[in-house]
């Protein structure tokens, strides 16, 4: 037989039916709904350190917002916890310079090329998950909670070298309006990850301290950073809030570039400022902060020195977010940020085969 | 609070702004970019569901999850490789394996296809006979198949991969993709004798 099997094989493929709109819709939003509240999955270093995002829904940042405080009511696995959310007063553009212009340099860090940054954290954000389905093609119940952790991050200063990072896990807490799900309860202990380098990014995508140092110290010149190079997302506004967040979040901005971005970011449309919100710890700060999915989501600065003290998501729309307004839906805090020659030597990072650069495949045979 | 991947990985250039690996490289920081890679390529995947599967809505069901498990997966996407049919071939691959009913029943829904009606029994060989008139004993032989065997088989055969993107799309060596292939000819070859 000289026939080729794979063309037989070819000439027996059954005809596709299209794929039908409503179908396609359908999946097209159950994408966007995991773009937008990401419950990751995956090696731990690699699970969304956040679950909100930028660039999502463009909810009109509200103005002043009144709220019944309720009660925190107990549930199985965790209480809600709702807050009382403070009333927006936006700063003047000159309070927010003169502040900024004050911004006393406070232990100051001087990290050098070969040593690490080492930032310890209390988090907690929204898992999310059970909007897709199971093997067996039946749909599963959406369910969401607040995964809470303790976190210890090394990176390379100048983003070079290998990173580690320890993540031990707190009990989770009941997403306020939703049941605690067995998956909750999947996560628990300590668990190690080496952070790999795979190669450089893009210039104006670094967030390293080397390249953080070198960032113009200027409001002006900041603000043109947040907006600098295709970052993707509907929205440049977004786009710049994001890098914004991870220029500060479990890293180290120096004084002169942190008092700069505190400026910029405040000018991005769409974000206003509270005189008072709190971190995870019980710090009160500077929320700065823009509404996204129906949560108001702050980055809280020290009033002084303009370091991140942590984040807070509150929510403001009840019928976006599919949670009481005043619910308090993330909030971390950045505990303490030191320099370290290397990261521990923990037989956990030796013995971390998951996180590695992906492989080429397929050379030859 | 965003999406942070504060050891995402780095890519040597910057590929054109229009490729996939781009729009997952964008997708790191702002995840929402994501959907465009759906907009991109979901009828070809839910083309090549379709195909292997017997009913649409489970076809419908694995193409959103494909794009489901591809958007969790993706800051492990290899940034040098431009398109990322393959990937997504080979997620949808795994979870049509994951519906193993509606497979069998779209292989024996093949085999039930009465083949056209053919005068010449006592010229019938193999050589002859069109791929049409053979169906149900292709089918047999591909039911036959391991599902390793039939996913790369198919991949070549239906959605029209090459052999280096077949290779991507399973994450196995192109020579492994070559002995495989030449293993699952054999197979169907006897399987078509045993037939006859």
Not at chain 1, 48 to 71: D, E, K, M, N, S
Not at chain 1, 91 to 116: C, H, I, K, N, Y
Not at chain 2, 75 to 104: C, F, K, M, Q
Request: aromatic share 6%.
């Amino acid at each position: 037989m000289n026939n080729d099997e794979i063309e037989m094989m070819a000439g027996i493929r059954p005809d596709a039916p299209p794929y039908g709109q409503e179908a396609k819709n359908a999946a097209r939003r159950r994408l966007a709904a995991a773009t937008t509240a990401t419950a990751g999955r995956g090696p731990l270093w690699r699970r969304p350190y956040a679950v909100a995002l930028a660039g999502a829904l463009a909810v009109a940042a509200t103005v002043a917002v009144t709220v019944t405080v309720r009660a925190p009511e107990p549930q199985i696995g965790g209480a809600e916890v709702v807050v009382a959310m403070p009333k927006i007063a936006p700063m003047s553009a000159t309070e927010v310079l003169g502040r900024a212009a004050r911004a006393a340099a406070r232990s100051d860090l001087e990290p050098r090329d070969d040593q690490f940054v080492k930032v310890e954290s209390q988090t907690m954000y929204g898992a999310f998950g059970g909007m897709g389905t199971d093997a067996d093609g039946n749909t599963q119940t959406e369910w969401r909670y607040l995964y809470r952790t303790k976190r210890a991050i090394w990176q390379s200063a100048n983003g070079e070298k290998d990173g580690a990072l320890r993540i031990e896990h707190l009990e989770p807490r009941a997403y306020p309006g939703w049941p605690v799900p067995p998956e909750a309860h999947r996560d628990s202990g300590t668990e190690w990850s080496r952070l790999p380098i795979c190669g450089k990014a893009p210039d104006h995508l670094r967030t390293d301290y080397a390249s953080l140092k070198k960032l113009p110290a200027d409001a002006e010149g900041m603000r043109a950073h947040l907006y600098t190079g295709e970052r993707g997302g509907n929205s440049k506004d977004g786009a710049a809030w994001t890098a914004a967040g991870d220029m500060l979040r479990e890293n180290y901005l120096p004084p002169a570039q942190r008092a700069a971005l505190f400026q910029a970011v405040g000018t991005i449309p769409g974000v206003d400022v509270v005189r008072d919100a709190e971190d995870a710890a019980g710090r009160r700060g500077i929320g700065v902060g823009r509404v996204s999915a129906g949560v108001r989501e702050d980055l809280i600065f020290d009033p002084d020195t303009y370091e991140l003290l942590g984040e807070r998501g509150v929510v403001v729309d009840e019928k976006t977010a599919k949670s009481p307004v005043g619910s308090l839906v993330a909030s971390t805090a950045q505990l303490s940020v030191t320099v370290a020659d290397s990261p521990p030597d923990a037989p956990e990072l030796a013995a971390d085969t998951a996180s590695t650069c992906p492989e080429p495949v397929g050379k030859t045979g | 609070m965003t999406l942070a991947l504060p050891q995402q990985a780095g890519v040597p250039t910057l590929p054109p702004p229009s490729d996939d690996a781009a729009l997952i490289k964008e997708s790191l920081a702002d995840p929402d970019r994501f959907a465009g890679l759906f907009d991109r390529h979901a009828d070809e995947i839910h083309r090549y569901a379709a195909r292997r599967l017997e009913d649409v809505t489970t076809a419908d069901d694995v193409t959103a999850e494909t794009f489901l498990v591809a958007f969790r997966k993706r800051a492990r996407y290899d940034l040098r490789r431009t398109d990322a049919r393959p990937w997504l071939y080979g997620i949808a691959s795994n979870l049509i394996s994951g519906h193993r009913r509606a497979e069998v029943r779209r292989l024996k829904a093949l085999a039930r296809q009465a083949p056209e009606p053919a005068a010449e029994f006592e010229e019938r060989s193999a050589e002859r006979v069109t791929a049409a008139r053979l169906r149900p004993a292709l089918a047999a032989a591909l039911a036959g198949l391991s599902s390793a065997e039939r996913d790369l088989l198919l991949l070549v055969a239906w959605a029209e991969l090459t052999y280096e993107e077949a290779a991507q799309a399973l994450g196995i060596p192109i020579g492994t993709v070559r002995s495989r292939l030449s293993r699952t000819r054999t197979k169907i070859r006897r399987s078509l004798e045993s037939h006859a």
